[in-house]
């Protein structure tokens, strides 16, 4: 009788060692998943108009907002690639990019960048800001892992907080530079 006081604390902690040892992957949920990808296809595509408005804008304020920017994308890019690995259980940790994202972005950019439209790069800039809260926020209250979801509540804090800055920018690009 005295061994089975002691087996079944035992057990406890074997059952108990056993679930902790269980794979990330085995609870990542397919939608953060798929949110990583979704996401990250963005924060890419951001980084890029960042590069383009960084060495084509006129506004000297807009080539410093876009070099923050991409510094800012390359370490968010980064961070998803961690918890994509850690939900995962490691291997390819690199995220998906096959998004409903619109190749056809980076080309209007470029034309754009081009003609030497500012504002028509800030509208831009403002409209994926928009997209990736609206992304982050349905995330951030929906998700099932709690680092990926702080992350969507950080992004939803950054992108949030960029808004009024590229306002003023905006208000402050002569609308000689082919704007609206």
Known sequence: ?????????????????????????QHSSPADLQFIDRISAHLTSDRELARTAEATAQLSALKSFAAVLMTEREDQLNELVGIRSRLTGGGNSAPETRTAEPPAASVSTSAQAGSGSDK????????RHRAAILLARSQAANGR????????????YSESADLPELQQLRAATPSTSGGR
């Open 120 to 127: 028509a790069m800030i509208d831009q800039f403002v409209r």
């Open 1 to 25: 009788m005295p061994y089975s006081i002691y087996k079944s604390p035992l057990r406890l902690a074997l059952a108990t060692i056993t679930v902790a040892a269980v794979p990330a992957a």
């Open 145 to 156: 892992d709690a680092e990926l979801n702080a992350f969507a509540r950080r992004l939803t």
